[in-house]
């Protein structure tokens, strides 16, 4: 589906103006982008450049210095009840995992349901083995995250995220920890999500999920957005100097692979 | 010199209960010092600027001063602060709870801290609350973690109980030395309270060292 089919959807997400600041660094400097229901919403550039910031303020793991947040047409609470109401409307995908050690696939997957939700024991259980069996991992329900792989481990996150039924699914940076050969288990899983119609926004590194599962696409550089357009624009006719500089320090020069 | 083991076999009723009286002391001290200690853990990461000075200022205050000093001072000034006439064992009972639920606190903090800040997020990135999430997530695998301290701080305590001898708890330091003075056995009553501290105090190390090993968590 086109960017043009998609917006007659709803706008879940609009950014607007949106600052950030560590001290005297300015994280995020101005940023306007929305995010429709159903599109995949791209976010690259080189580190720090703010697209993973973007992302968390998104759900509020960072709060904003200036501008808004708006999620489905409603500015973001800044805390309490409501704040925790739109974060499970929103499933998160940390670089580094963070699976629950203690915890074992199953129950890193049932916990949102039952602390959350407040599903019952055997309620949650079953949506944690439907999730599971989603991301192609039934078999190792009752193992610990420290006996998964790493792309093991992402693809129990994203079932962790994908429990609380989120409206949204933010990914940040999910296969930069993971070994090169165990990149493309999760890129496939977030695909296949994808082609489900789930509306997601992606910071990555992976320039060919970008091109291919993209349907927007955001070039950030020193806590702006430089560019965005549709994928074949940033990739085969990038307008900005600042996009093809960045384009050609990846050894991107306009193949599909 | 001449031995008498005879006195140990003499008093083994008192000894076995002033035994019992030592247990007493540990379990109870550390069932209220573990609870009291996560909960001054949590006031010094999280509270209110305010009441987070007044658990620093707790903690630092007792972790810093000798334990028989306690003792004393709660036997002498809990009776007059509270108007209540303590008997021996809860003013014991209170010294050593004050003085573990502090280090229990520092244990608590620290293990709590070394869980890294993204599980916290992981956590409130599904709708938890912090504390639902400190509570569900950091706690469990802050006390795996810290598991060896308590440990080390249970093994400690229970020797420790004997400083309570001093205001007449009638615990097994207090009774064995009873017994020497009455009986002038010094050399049998002080090896015959070694063995019992240590016969129960070793088995106690091991099995924390094997419950350490059981829920220890692999990241």
């Known amino acids: 589906m086109s960017r043009r089919a998609k917006e007659s959807g709803a ?26 229901a159903g599109e995949v919403v791209c976010l690259i550039g080189p580190s720090g450049s703010g697209k993973s910031t973007l992302l968390r303020c998104t759900n509020a ?4 210095d200036g501008g808004e947040i708006e999620f489905e047409g409603a500015r973001l609470p800044r805390d309490g009840r409501a704040l925790r109401d739109i974060r499970r409307r929103m499933g998160m995908v940390f670089q580094s995992f963070e699976l629950f050690p203690h915890l074992t696939a199953l129950h890193n997957v049932a916990e949102g349901p039952r602390t959350v939700l407040h ?14 069996a989603k991301v192609g991992l039934s078999d190792k329900a009752s193992n610990y995250p420290a006996a998964l792989s790493g792309g093991q481990q992402q693809r129990v996150a994203i079932a962790r995220a994908l429990a609380m039924e989120p409206d949204v699914m933010l990914f940040d940076e999910p296969t930069s920890a993971l070994d090169p050969e165990t990149i493309g288990e999760v890129l496939s899983v977030m695909k ?17 999920f970008a091109r291919r599962v993209g349907d927007w696409v955001a070039v950030f550089d020193a806590g702006r957005i430089v560019e965005q357009g549709p994928p074949r624009q940033i990739f085969d006719a990038p307008r900005t100097e600042r996009t093809r500089d960045f384009l050609s320090h990846l050894g991107w020069h306009g193949q599909t692979l | 010199m001449n031995f008498d083991w005879s006195v140990v076999g003499a008093h083994r009723d008192a000894l076995a209960a002033a035994t019992g009286m030592t247990v007493l002391l540990t379990v109870a001290t550390m069932a209220i010092a573990v609870p009291s200690g996560i909960v001054v853990a949590a006031l010094r990461l999280y509270a209110w600027t305010p009441v987070r000075a007044v658990a620093t200022a707790y903690v630092e205050l007792f972790r810093n001063l000798p334990l028989i000093l ?3 001072w709660a036997f002498y000034v809990l009776p007059i602060a509270t108007g209540l006439g303590l008997s021996p064992f809860a003013t014991g009972l209170a010294a050593l709870a004050l003085n573990v639920t502090a280090y229990n606190a520092e244990t608590f903090r620290a293990g709590i801290g070394s869980i890294r800040r993204g599980q916290l997020e992981a956590a409130m990135a599904l709708g938890m609350s912090r504390a639902q999430a400190v509570r569900r997530i950091v706690l469990p695998q802050a006390v795996r973690r810290i598991l060896p301290v308590l440990a080390s701080t249970w093994v400690s305590l229970f020797k420790d109980t004997s400083l309570v001898s001093v205001i007449a708890v009638s615990e097994l330091a207090y009774v064995a030395m009873q017994i020497r003075a009455q009986t002038f056995r010094v050399l049998e009553m002080l090896t015959a309270m070694a063995a019992v501290y240590w ?10 060292d094997w ?7 692999t990241e």
Not at chain 1, 11 to 34: C, E, H, M, N, P
Not at chain 2, 199 to 208: F, I, N, S
């Open chain 1, 119 to 132: 599903a019952r024991r055997a309620e949650a259980e079953d949506r944690a083995r439907a999730m599971l």
């Open chain 1, 11 to 36: 706008r879940i997400i609009r950014y607007r103006g949106v600052v950030k600041r560590y001290g005297t660094f300015q994280a995020l400097s101005g940023v306007d982008l929305d995010v429709h």
């Open chain 1, 192 to 208: 296949a999500l994808a082609d489900e119609g789930m509306t997601m926004v992606v910071v990555t590194h992976e320039m060919n």
């Open chain 2, 70 to 72: 306690v003792v004393y």
């Open chain 2, 199 to 208: 016969l129960l105090g070793y088995p106690q190390a091991k099995l924390v």
């Open chain 2, 211 to 217: 419950i350490q090993r059981r829920y220890a968590v």
């Open chain 1, 61 to 64: 793991l960072e709060t904003i």
